[in-house]
Every structure is written in structure tokens, then in C-alpha cells.
């Protein structure tokens, strides 16, 4: 995950309200789970909701309270080793693997944890000199948010019962019938991408830089359930052809027939098992899959600059995307915002003149930047005022357990 650039200012105004406001919904998940659902890891790439309610804290405890709260001693001293994400700075951990087995301390004790953290915090959040960090600390736990939605959800999906977290899907239909779309036309030419200016931004987002486009269009919808059902039909997880070498060879491998969460003509949802809606946009697919399905449809997946260029006329915080604690659920439109996480094909690199922050929040991105591959956008699970135009998330080309869809592009 990634890390502010230094040079972005954090504006102080409503920084308490929003830092109170993201503590508040980590909490609000994880309402309908039972300590047992809290305490399940499905797989490594995913860990347990109530490691997620602690990683968050132990962020604050050690990067803010620790560091820069006079007199502030941890609420546990052998917490951090179980908490501790990825950062070497900051000394041993429990291996990720093993995150499910963390039958204590309970939800309870974490929720504990949690209300002193946060209390702890209220004089920090008026100091302007830790805005920068503070600001951090808030995007930090927006995307464990969304971690958390999609770790449960695959969690759930292991039980033979397919239980709901919820009891109801999420509202709103799809807008967009499978046969509509248009394009988003680009004359190419030089373009600026890239954060700069005055707010937040991961330091992966910059520095803004120079990019030359060719002439292209990209899709204004995002590619649905029945148009997957079009590509499953005509053989497309069987035709080698249409795949890269590598994702021919995960399909194989893995046995993969269809997109995760697919059974007949139903979908495992955080509703539990629910009728596939033709309409929506397919998600939980992996870069393999897109790139497959784009070479069926005789197009291509857009560049992570391509997208942006279109990207930056539109609302970031538009669309279909988090607003409490609600199941997410993808549903269609015609933003490029919101629903699922688009892929690229571009690979996850860094900018030009990229430099990573000193000290351990520098470990916060740049060490990823190797074999994974860019996706823009947001999802249905992404807290909406999370994402921008210049946003880069990452993935692994054979994850699909996050919201990831995918949009056509084209040279024009």
C-alpha cells in the first residue's frame, strides 16, 4: 500500500470529523460477524476482520501515538509483533499465514484497543506539522475497509452453507442494458499525468510526468455478467489462443472455468448466494482473464495512462462506491468510477524521478513495484472520496478476490 508524497500539504479543517468518521465504519463492518467469522483466514492473500480492526490501530499506536504523543506507553507490549504488517523497520511479526490463528486477544479486547487509540489521538489531530501523516493514517485505513469486505467475503464463500453477511444484496439496480456503450475518443498527442498540487496522494501516484498517448478510445462502461457468459459459451477458458502464456498456464493449473464466486447462474455476494444480474458489470476476475476476454472481443486493455487521460474529466467520487456499512455490490453505469476495479496493462513501475519516503512509512509501496499490474478506478467496496484520477492500485495477475473488472480500449 502506498505512502503520501512529502511534498502534498494535508489540509487541517475537518481532519478530526473524517478521522473519527473512518475509525467509526471499520467498527460498523464488522458488526454482523460473529467473533468466529472475525477470527477466519481463507487464504494467505487475505486476513481475518479482526486483524484488520488491529492492523489499523497498531498503525496509529506506532506511527502517531508512539512517535509523537508525549508519555503514551503501548496498550500491549507483544500486540505490535501480532500487528505488524510488512514493515522490517519496525522489527518481527507474526507471519502472514498464520493471522488465523489468532484465537486471542478477542474482538472485544481489540474493540477495547481501538476506543483508547482513538481517544488517545484527539490531541494529535490539531497539531498541523502531523496532518501529512494523519491524512495517511485515515487512506491507510479506508483501504482496509475495503480489505476487510473482500477478505470476509471470501472467507464466508468457503462455508458449504454460503452465509450471508447481510440479509439483504445491495441496492440499486443495473443501469445499462448488455447491448449499450459507446466510446470515449483520445486524439493521443502529449499528456501530463500523474499527482500534483495542493492534497492527498500516495507517493506512487507521482511525480506528475510526460507521457505520449497514441490515438485511442476507451469504453464508457465496463464489461458485463452476460457479455462473460458470451465469452464462457464460446469456449474462452478453452481456446490457448486467446491467452497469455502465463495465464493459459493458470488456467490449467487452477481448473478456473468461470470468474470467482460463479455457480450456474448464481453469484456468492456478502447476501449469500444470489441470482446473477446479466447487467452488472462482471467482477472478481483476474488480469489473465481480462486480457483473455479483451483479445476475444478483438480489443485491448487500456494503459494506466490511457485511462487517466480520459479519467481526469470526470468525478472520482461518482459512481457506485462506499457510503457505510452496506454489502457492496456492483451494479453499472457509465463513469469510469465506482463498481470494480479496472485492470490495466500496464505493469506496476515506478514514475520517473520516483523516490521512496525515508524511514519505515517509505516501506509503504515501493518495494511492490515488481510483477504486479496497475488497476484504476474504485469499486463498489471503496469508500467513496478514497480514489482520484492519478490513483494506482496493484494486484498480482491471478488475484481476483478484490472487486476487478475490466473496461475495452482500442487504438483509434
Same mark, same amino acid.
Given at each position: 500500500?502506498?505512502?503520501?508524497?512529502?511534498?502534498?500539504?494535508?489540509?487541517?479543517?475537518?481532519?478530526?470529523?473524517?478521522?473519527?468518521?473512518?475509525?467509526?465504519?471499520?467498527?460498523?463492518?464488522?458488526?454482523?460477524?460473529? /467473533?468466529?467469522?472475525?477470527?477466519?483466514?481463507?487464504?494467505?492473500?487475505?486476513?481475518?476482520?479482526?486483524?484488520?480492526?488491529?492492523?489499523?490501530?497498531?498503525?496509529?499506536?506506532?506511527?502517531?501515538?508512539?512517535?509523537?504523543?508525549?508519555?503514551?506507553?503501548?496498550?500491549?507490549?507483544?500486540?505490535?509483533?501480532?500487528?505488524?504488517?510488512?514493515?522490517?523497520?519496525?522489527?518481527?511479526?507474526?507471519?502472514?499465514?498464520?493471522?488465523?490463528?489468532?484465537?486471542?486477544?478477542?474482538?472485544?479486547?481489540?474493540?477495547?484497543?481501538?476506543?483508547?487509540?482513538?481517544?488517545?489521538?484527539?490531541?494529535? &489531530?490539531?497539531?498541523?506539522?502531523?496532518?501529512?501523516?494523519?491524512?495517511?493514517?485515515?487512506?491507510?485505513?479506508?483501504?482496509?475497509?475495503?480489505?476487510?469486505?473482500?477478505?470476509?467475503?471470501?472467507?464466508?464463500?468457503?462455508?458449504? &452453507?454460503?452465509?450471508?453477511?447481510?440479509?439483504?444484496?445491495?441496492?440499486?439496480?443495473?443501469?445499462?442494458?448488455?447491448?449499450?456503450?459507446?466510446?470515449?475518443?483520445?486524439?493521443?498527442?502529449?499528456?501530463?499525468?500523474?499527482?500534483?498540487?495542493?492534497?492527498?496522494?500516495?507517493?506512487?501516484?507521482?511525480?506528475?510526468?510526460?507521457?505520449?498517448?497514441?490515438?485511442?478510445?476507451?469504453?464508457?462502461?465496463?464489461?458485463?455478467?452476460?457479455?462473460?457468459?458470451?465469452? &464462457?459459451?464460446?469456449?474462452?477458458?478453452?481456446?490457448?489462443?486467446?491467452?497469455?502464456?502465463?495465464?493459459?498456464?493458470?488456467?490449467?493449473?487452477?481448473?478456473?472455468?468461470?470468474?470467482?464466486?460463479?455457480?450456474?447462474?448464481?453469484?456468492?455476494?456478502?447476501?449469500?448466494?444470489?441470482?446473477?444480474?446479466?447487467?452488472?458489470?462482471?467482477?472478481?476476475?483476474?488480469?489473465?482473464?481480462?486480457?483473455?476476454?479483451?483479445?476475444?472481443?478483438?480489443?485491448?486493455?487500456?494503459?494506466?495512462?490511457?485511462?487517466?487521460?480520459?479519467?481526469?474529466?470526470? /468525478?472520482?467520487?461518482?459512481?457506485?462506491?462506499?457510503?457505510?456499512?452496506?454489502?457492496?455490490?456492483?451494479?453499472?453505469?457509465?463513469?469510469?468510477?465506482?463498481?470494480?476495479?479496472?485492470?490495466?496493462?500496464?505493469?506496476?513501475?515506478?514514475?520517473?524521478?520516483?523516490?521512496?519516503?525515508?524511514?519505515?512509512?517509505?516501506?509503504?509501496?515501493?518495494?511492490?513495484?515488481?510483477?504486479?499490474?496497475?488497476?484504476?478506478?474504485?469499486?463498489?467496496?471503496?469508500?467513496?472520496?478514497?480514489?482520484?484520477?492519478?490513483?494506482?492500485?496493484?494486484?498480482?495477475?491471478?488475484?481476483?478476490?478484490?472487486?476487478?473488472?475490466?473496461?475495452?480500449?482500442? /487504438?483509434?
Amino acid at each position: 500500500m502506498p505512502q503520501p508524497e512529502t511534498r502534498a500539504a494535508a489540509d487541517t479543517p475537518g481532519l478530526q470529523e473524517r478521522f473519527l468518521r473512518t475509525r467509526s465504519l471499520s467498527e460498523a463492518l464488522a458488526v454482523p460477524l460473529s /467473533d468466529a467469522d472475525a477470527t477466519i483466514q481463507s487464504m494467505e492473500d487475505a486476513s481475518p476482520t479482526k486483524w484488520h480492526l488491529a492492523h489499523t490501530t497498531w498503525f496509529w499506536e506506532t506511527f502517531l501515538l508512539r512517535d509523537h504523543a508525549d508519555g503514551y506507553r503501548l496498550w500491549r507490549e507483544q500486540w505490535p509483533y501480532l500487528f505488524n504488517s510488512y514493515y522490517e523497520a519496525e522489527g518481527d511479526r507474526l507471519m502472514r499465514a498464520r493471522r488465523g490463528m489468532l484465537s486471542r486477544p478477542t474482538v472485544d479486547e481489540i474493540l477495547a484497543w481501538r476506543a483508547h487509540v482513538t481517544a488517545a489521538m484527539g490531541p494529535l &489531530l490539531d497539531d498541523p506539522a502531523l496532518a501529512p501523516l494523519i491524512e495517511l493514517g485515515i487512506a491507510h485505513e479506508q483501504q482496509h475497509q475495503e480489505l476487510l469486505l473482500t477478505d470476509i467475503k471470501h472467507a464466508l464463500f468457503q462455508n458449504p &452453507l454460503g452465509p450471508a453477511m447481510w440479509a439483504e444484496k445491495g441496492e440499486g439496480a443495473a443501469s445499462s442494458p448488455a447491448n449499450a456503450g459507446g466510446w470515449h475518443r483520445h486524439p493521443g498527442g502529449i499528456a501530463r499525468v500523474g499527482h500534483e498540487g495542493p492534497g492527498f496522494a500516495f507517493d506512487n501516484e507521482g511525480p506528475a510526468h510526460r507521457v505520449l498517448l497514441e490515438p485511442f478510445a476507451l469504453a464508457d462502461r465496463l464489461v458485463t455478467n452476460a457479455e462473460w457468459q458470451e465469452f &464462457l459459451d464460446d469456449g474462452g477458458y478453452r481456446t490457448a489462443s486467446l491467452w497469455l502464456s502465463d495465464g493459459w498456464a493458470w488456467v490449467q493449473e487452477e481448473g478456473i472455468e468461470a470468474p470467482l464466486y460463479w455457480r450456474g447462474t448464481e453469484d456468492f455476494t456478502h447476501a449469500g448466494w444470489q441470482e446473477r444480474d446479466p447487467h452488472a458489470p462482471v467482477t472478481h476476475i483476474s488480469h489473465f482473464e481480462a486480457d483473455a476476454f479483451a483479445s476475444w472481443a478483438g480489443a485491448r486493455l487500456p494503459t494506466e495512462f490511457e485511462w487517466e487521460a480520459i479519467a481526469r474529466g470526470q /468525478d472520482p467520487s461518482g459512481g457506485n462506491q462506499l457510503d457505510g456499512a452496506a454489502p457492496p455490490s456492483p451494479r453499472g453505469g457509465t463513469g469510469l468510477f465506482g463498481d470494480c476495479w479496472q485492470f490495466t496493462r500496464s505493469g506496476y513501475l515506478p514514475y520517473p524521478r520516483f523516490r521512496p519516503a525515508e524511514g519505515a512509512v517509505g516501506e509503504y509501496n515501493g518495494k511492490f513495484m515488481s510483477g504486479q499490474v496497475v488497476l484504476r478506478g474504485a469499486s463498489c467496496a471503496t469508500v467513496r472520496g478514497h480514489s482520484r484520477a492519478s490513483y494506482r492500485n496493484f494486484f498480482y495477475p491471478h488475484q481476483r478476490w478484490q472487486f476487478t473488472g475490466l473496461r475495452l480500449a482500442k /487504438d483509434d
